[in-house]
């Protein structure tokens, strides 16, 4: 069955930087793009990147862009999400996502990770 599991989450001063990654099996991943979402407390999950199955193609919400990047490794059927200058409001649990092509809508992607924890200290 298809897996995805976020790793790299944790505990950060604001300011500081974080680097999550999302494992993938049980699906051609290098077929696939990658989604980041992001839920924190009291609110509703929402859109934080999304990358093509080459790489070519990302986009990013208006709230990350400039401080987060995404991006993948094929070969190891990987997608990392880069996030520099931290701020509180970015405490959330993040969830990588997958579906067939690139999108922001969380409903369009198939297959979801479990989640990992990231909280920015003030």
């Known amino acids: 069955q298809v897996q995805l599991v976020e790793s790299g989450g944790g505990l950060v001063q604001a300011g500081g930087s974080l680097r999550l990654s999302c494992a993938a099996s049980g699906l051609p991943f290098s077929s696939y793009a990658m989604g980041w979402f992001r839920q924190a407390p009291g609110k509703e999950r929402e859109f934080v990147a999304t990358i093509s199955w080459n790489g070519r193609i990302v986009y990013y919400a208006d709230s990350v862009r400039g401080r987060f990047t995404t991006s993948r490794d094929n070969f190891k059927n990987t997608v990392y999400l880069q996030m520099n200058s931290l701020k509180p409001e970015d405490k959330a649990v993040y969830y990588c996502?997958?579906?067939?092509?690139?999108?922001?809508?969380?409903?369009?992607?198939?297959?979801w990770g479990q989640g990992t924890q990231v909280t920015v200290n003030s």
């Open positions: 996502a997958a579906r067939r092509t690139t999108s922001r809508y969380e409903y369009e992607f198939e297959y």
